[in-house]
């Protein structure tokens, strides 16, 4: 039975860089297995789950264009990296007895699925996770704004946040000693102070839909259950600041 917000299906944003645990690049199968028992225990709780992954901690594609790259080369190759991940999160997800589906807007077909809508809504409906892969398929986009993308077109209820701190904050938290710490925020709110919580495609994209953002630190133990128990530290972006 589902409990604490009112949140039947959410989308959840993980970093590439989440995965890396401690290290500079690539996976930390602890980091991966972590999520993946995070997500167990939040399907096992009734919610229907779907995840967006991204691609840093292998390639990021304005780290290429720094270096002298073509943009949308770049890009894609940024895409194929959560792809990767997606991939390796699939893996440790089933390991623990999750059916899990990786949906990609490339066409990778000896790989995993191509991403279709109505599809991905069903798997979720079966109990099963799906993780979306390569971005929007499209460069230009950063995988904030597929995230957002698709929360919108399967109807979730939420969009969750993973990053490296508990919520949204004036200042760099890391960097501010009295930085403080917002409980709720609109997104007008968010725009305006130019607060670095997602894209400003994203950040549009949820306002035009009324989708709430949670901003929470995913290396909390059980952390996405506890959001979703309204238990914890995070921050809710919504078009009302009391919503």
Do not use: W
Request: charged letters at 20%; glycine letters at 8%.
């Amino acid at each position: 039975m589902v409990e604490g917000l009112p949140y039947k299906r959410v989308l959840v944003k993980v970093s590439g860089e989440g995965l890396m645990g401690t290290g500079e690049y690539g996976l930390d199968k602890d980091a991966v297995s972590k999520l993946a028992q995070d997500v167990k225990a939040v399907v096992a709780a009734g919610r229907q789950v779907c995840l967006v992954i991204g691609g840093g901690n292998i390639f990021r594609g304005l780290t290429g264009v720094a270096t002298g790259m073509d943009r949308t080369t770049a890009d894609y190759m940024g895409m194929l990296a959560t792809i990767m991940n997606a991939l390796a999160v699939q893996n440790a997800l089933e390991i623990i007895g999750v059916p899990t589906r990786v949906q990609s807007a490339i066409a990778m077909a000896q790989v995993c699925e191509s991403y279709i809508r109505r599809r991905a809504v069903r798997h979720m409906e079966k109990g099963r996770v799906v993780i979306f892969a390569a971005g929007t398929g499209n460069p230009f986009f950063t995988t904030d704004t597929a995230a957002a993308l698709r929360a919108v077109e399967m109807n979730c209820d939420a969009l969750l946040k993973a990053t490296q701190v508990d919520g949204v904050y004036d200042a760099d938290p890391n960097k501010t000693q009295n930085a403080k710490r917002y409980e709720r925020l609109t997104f007008d709110k968010v725009m305006a102070d130019n607060l670095q919580v997602m894209d400003t495609t994203a950040i549009a994209l949820a306002r035009e839909n009324r989708l709430p953002i949670i901003v929470f630190n995913m290396h909390e133990q059980d952390a996405i259950a506890h959001v979703l128990e309204g238990r914890g530290l995070f921050t809710t972006i919504a078009n009302s600041a009391q919503t």
